[in-house]
């Protein structure tokens, strides 16, 4: 972690051409599995140089792995034979929700398993408690404690296939029972089940592992439990977020800005919004073309929902396009209830945004935002303020950058590439007021 802060001078449009990282919300999944198998190296390939995947590879190592991360060719090699650590630390876990994604694996190899805690962003409520009745149904002994601490045990370090159900389809949720049905006695059918496409990612990567998972890609998945999974070489799908972003920041400036290597079906909703803005979107292959425009944007009504839906993560950043719309936009979160914290920011750049007692958003277009300081308090709200700095004519500065970090791969980088003047600062004595 640094105390690294972002520099933006911005009003200009971003032009060109890059290609997107792989996602982070498979990857994670994927390392923490890698924990399973015993004799062999799992083999990841581009992945991405980002601070939750480090406090992952952090975890790995802890719990007795051993991992080589190839910064140069973004490739990561772990072999799990010498596992023999089941408790997670606190300043680890405490820093990134992924934390929760080494529960199964570490049940699997060990028998036990002991989490302090999980950070990540905090957007609101997230509890886990679906992970622990899943893995109290497939035959673990799960015990909370009044610290906060929970020990979960399994005997004979092998679950029991069984019914499962997701009150809420959860992505960490279905990736962690996903797992331990892999390799559970008998069969497991998991109702209710996240249909995004990392899921279906990661289940793509279990079964080149040896496991036997049918249903991908619909709610209720069919896992026929193998003794065991073996090692594989894999590379993760891309990273819809990112493209996401991007494409947004091509939008909020007015630029022209080709992403390659992405995969546009994951993006249907996102792009059908993006064009009722006014934004020209182009798809060609594997690649997404979005134009801005030199007139204000139109209004926009989104209401956030599970994949297909439009995406959680995304709504922020949309929140910061809505703001120089030529209108009114209302903008409604469904999936979790503290997803408004980037608000107060965009207000201080002169964004005109009220939340109705309803809890919509009412974001009411601006002609323009002004520069400021601001901090980046999570993921997605770093993202959607550094998208608002780039519209903003004058020089904007973003502190704790280590938010952005944690998912999106030398930002700073990429955007310059694209031709924004973004400088990224590490120590505090350069910061200067902002008038």
């Known amino acids: 972690m640094t105390d690294s802060a972002f520099r933006v001078y911005g009003g200009q449009p971003l032009q060109g051409q890059i290609h997107v990282q792989r996602a982070k919300n498979a990857i994670l999944a994927m390392i923490a599995a890698a924990i399973v198998v015993e004799d062999g190296e799992t083999i990841l390939r581009q992945v991405p140089e980002i601070e939750d995947v480090d406090c992952a590879f952090e975890l790995l190592r802890v719990v007795g792995a051993n991992v080589d991360y190839d910064r140069q060719s973004k490739t990561a090699r772990i072999d799990a034979s010498t596992i023999n650590n089941g408790i997670l630390p606190a300043e680890i876990t405490e820093r990134f929700r992924g934390s929760v994604l080494f529960l199964a694996p570490l049940q699997i190899r060990l028998g036990y398993v002991e989490l302090p805690g999980s950070g990540g962003c905090d957007i609101g409520t997230r509890k886990i408690d679906f992970h622990h009745r899943g893995f109290a149904r497939l035959g673990a002994d799960v015990q909370h404690f009044n610290d906060g601490r929970t020990i979960i045990e399994l005997e004979r370090r ?6 499962l159900y997701l009150d809420l389809p959860s992505h960490t949720g279905t990736e962690n029972l996903m797992l331990a049905a892999a390799l559970a006695e008998g069969q497991t059918i998991l109702e209710n089940a996240s249909v995004e496409p990392e899921i279906i990612d990661f289940g793509k990567f279990l079964n080149a592992m040896g496991a036997d998972i049918r249903g991908l890609g619909t709610s209720t998945l069919f896992i026929h439990g193998v003794e065991r999974l073996r090692a594989t070489d894999y590379s993760p799908m891309p990273d819809r977020l990112v493209t996401g972003t991007v ?26 919004k993006l064009e009722q803005m006014g934004v020209d979107i182009r798809i060609k292959g594997k690649s997404i073309r979005v134009r801005g425009r030199q007139e204000r944007l139109n209004p926009i009504n989104i209401q956030t929902h599970p994949y297909p839906g439009f995406p959680t993560d995304l709504q922020p950043c949309v929140a910061a396009l809505s703001c120089l719309s030529d209108g009114t936009s209302y903008i409604r979160e469904r999936v979790f209830d503290d997803r408004y914290d980037y608000v107060e920011s965009l207000l201080q750049m002169g964004a005109d945004i009220l939340i109705s007692q309803s809890g919509v958003c009412i974001v009411k277009g601006v002609d323009r935002l002004k520069p400021a300081r601001l901090t980046a308090d999570n993921i997605r709200a770093g993202a959607t303020i550094l998208l608002a700095a780039l519209a903003a004519e004058g020089e904007s500065t973003i502190e704790n950058v280590y938010q952005i970090d944690r998912g999106y791969e030398s930002m700073d980088d990429l955007m310059s590439q694209l031709g924004a003047d973004i400088t990224r600062i590490t120590a505090q004595s350069e910061l200067q007021p902002v008038w």
């Open 247 to 272: 494409m947004m920041a091509a939008a909020i400036t007015g630029g022209d800005v080709t992403i390659h290597d992405t995969e546009p079906a994951h993006l249907r909703i996102v792009c059908a």
């Open 158 to 163: 092998r679950f029991r296939g069984t019914l």
